[in-house]
Structure formats: structure tokens, C-alpha cells
């Protein structure tokens, strides 16, 4: 069974980055779509960011799109969410998720859908 395991958060300061990874226990991990996902307590949970398994295009939710990129360094089987501009609004558990259905090449808003394998998480919080 496939396990995602995320790493790179932590307390940042307003306008500074972080770079979160999503890393893959096995090559099938190329095959999947990765989505990145994250949740405030009491919030609902939003999907953040998209990669495509077949052509790593990408898709971003409008509250990170131009600060946030996503990609996918196959070698390492690992996808990473840098992340730019970082505001009290970025403060949350960030979750990468993977599907065997590659989403992106049928709708306009991947992230909607049900996800196969879910990552623990990794907390970012952006504060002074």
C-alpha cells in the first residue's frame, strides 16, 4: 500500500516561504496525482494545489495561486509545495493526498474528489 509522508512545515514569519515535500514509499507514486490540501481547526478543509500524473500540469486554489507552485521531482518520488508570501491566512495542517484518476484531465477543479492515499500532515504556522 502506498504511504505518503509530509515534511518541511513550520513556524515562519508573515512574507517568508517554506517548502513543503510529499514523499512517495514506492515508484508507483509517479503514477498518482498529488494534491495538496491543508485545514484550519474549524474550517473546512481546501485543496490548495494539483499535479497531473500524466503531464505535471498543475492547477491552484485563487487564495495561492502566484505564491504557491507545485512539482514533482520523479527520481526522488517526491512532490513538493513551495510556497511564497506566506500570511496568517497560509497558518494550517498541510496534507498531500494522491488518486489513481488523474482529475486534472477532466475537470477544472481536481480537488474536489475523493483522494486513494492521505499523508499524516505537517503544520505550518505563519506568525510574528
Known amino acids: 500500500q502506498l504511504q505518503l509522508v509530509e515534511s518541511g512545515g513550520g513556524l515562519v514569519q508573515p512574507g517568508g516561504s517554506l517548502r513543503l515535500s510529499c514523499a512517495g514509499s514506492?515508484?508507483?507514486?509517479?503514477?498518482?496525482?498529488i494534491g495538496w490540501f491543508r485545514q484550519v481547526s474549524g474550517k473546512e478543509r481546501e485543496g490548495v494545489a494539483y499535479?497531473?500524473?500524466?503531464?505535471?500540469?498543475?492547477w491552484y486554489a485563487d487564495s495561492v495561486s502566484g505564491r504557491f507552485t507545485i512539482s514533482r521531482d520523479s527520481a526522488k518520488i517526491t512532490v513538493y509545495l513551495e510556497m511564497n508570501s506566506l500570511t496568517s491566512e497560509d497558518t494550517g495542517a498541510y496534507y498531500c493526498?494522491?488518486?489513481?484518476?488523474?482529475?486534472?484531465?477532466?475537470?477544472?477543479?481536481?480537488?474536489?474528489?475523493?483522494?486513494?492515499?492521505w499523508g499524516q500532515g505537517t503544520q505550518v504556522i505563519v506568525s510574528s
Open positions: 493526498a494522491a488518486s489513481i484518476i488523474d482529475y486534472g484531465l477532466t475537470s477544472d477543479h481536481p480537488l474536489q474528489y475523493d483522494y486513494d492515499y
Open positions: 499535479i497531473s500524473s500524466s503531464d505535471d500540469s498543475t
Open positions: 514506492e515508484d508507483t507514486f509517479n503514477y498518482y496525482a
